[in-house]
């Protein structure tokens, strides 16, 4: 059974503050994570996606990988209210060939001006 | 086309109707994926297509759930009998597939209401 965990949240963060999300996984076969936002009632899109150790920064957003601890985050610089949503992580596993994300439950940024 | 579409936007059925869910992944996307989410939780995945390999159907909650995927690009999400529980969003996705790495675009979901 292949887990992802998150929290839940609410994550609650001033205006202009970093917002830290995080998520651990179980397969150690994934080879690539995504971060995905889900405004309500939207579908999900992606903003992120990190192959290797380490830390990948894009804009306001910076992906960081320890696949030694199967855990894997997204941080959030400058945060504003536009970036309250849901946050979905979602390793790439792979099973038989079949290349899968698996999404966890997300965790919820609420951002306050 | 420039995105994932999904038709029926909404679809509102009896319990015990048969419903159809209708996906057009990204043009040269050879992967798909059929994912639900229920009111308040997370994505469960259902299906998963990759070119013309057998589809992983590993997901599928139970033998009244089944998928098409014809000349590999439009699928269908066919539920029979419909239950109450079966009420949720149904989204899929698209990638460019064949390996790992490759980032999936959702369409903007099918909510299925069962009454």
């Known amino acids: 059974q292949k887990e992802v965990e998150q929290n839940s949240g609410p994550l609650s963060v001033p205006e202009g503050a970093i917002a830290s999300l995080n998520c651990t996984y179980s397969?150690?076969?994934?080879?690539?994570f995504f971060w995905y936002r889900q405004y309500s009632g939207k579908s999900p899109e992606l903003i992120m996606f990190?192959?290797?150790?380490g830390d990948k920064e894009d804009g306001r957003f910076t992906a960081q990988l320890n696949k030694a601890s199967q855990y894997v985050s997204l941080l959030i610089r400058d945060s504003q209210p536009s970036d309250s949503a849901t946050y979905l992580c979602?390793?790439?596993?792979?099973?038989?060939?079949?290349?899968?994300?698996?999404f966890g439950r997300g965790t919820s940024l609420i951002v306050h001006p | 086309g420039a995105g994932v579409s999904q038709s029926p936007s909404n679809k509102v059925t009896e319990k015990g109707k048969d419903v159809e869910l209708r996906c057009d992944p990204i043009?040269?996307?050879?992967?798909l994926y059929w994912y639900r989410q229920s009111l308040g939780q997370g994505l469960e995945f259902l299906i998963y297509?990759?070119?013309?390999?057998?589809?992983?159907k590993s997901g599928l909650p139970s033998d009244r759930f089944s998928a098409e995927r014809t000349g590999g690009s439009v699928s269908t999400l066919t539920i029979q009998r419909t239950q109450q529980e079966d009420s949720a969003v149904y989204l899929c996705?698209?990638?460019?597939?064949?390996?790992?790495?490759?980032?999936?675009?959702f369409g903007q979901g099918t909510r299925l209401t069962v009454v």
């Open positions: 996705a698209s990638s460019l597939g064949g390996g790992g790495g490759t980032e999936a675009f």
């Open positions: 979602a390793p790439l596993g792979t099973s038989g060939g079949s290349y899968i994300p698996t």
């Open positions: 397969d150690r076969g994934s080879q690539s």
């Open positions: 297509f990759q070119g013309n390999s057998a589809p992983d």
């Open positions: 043009s040269g996307h050879t992967a």
């Open positions: 990190i192959y290797s150790n």
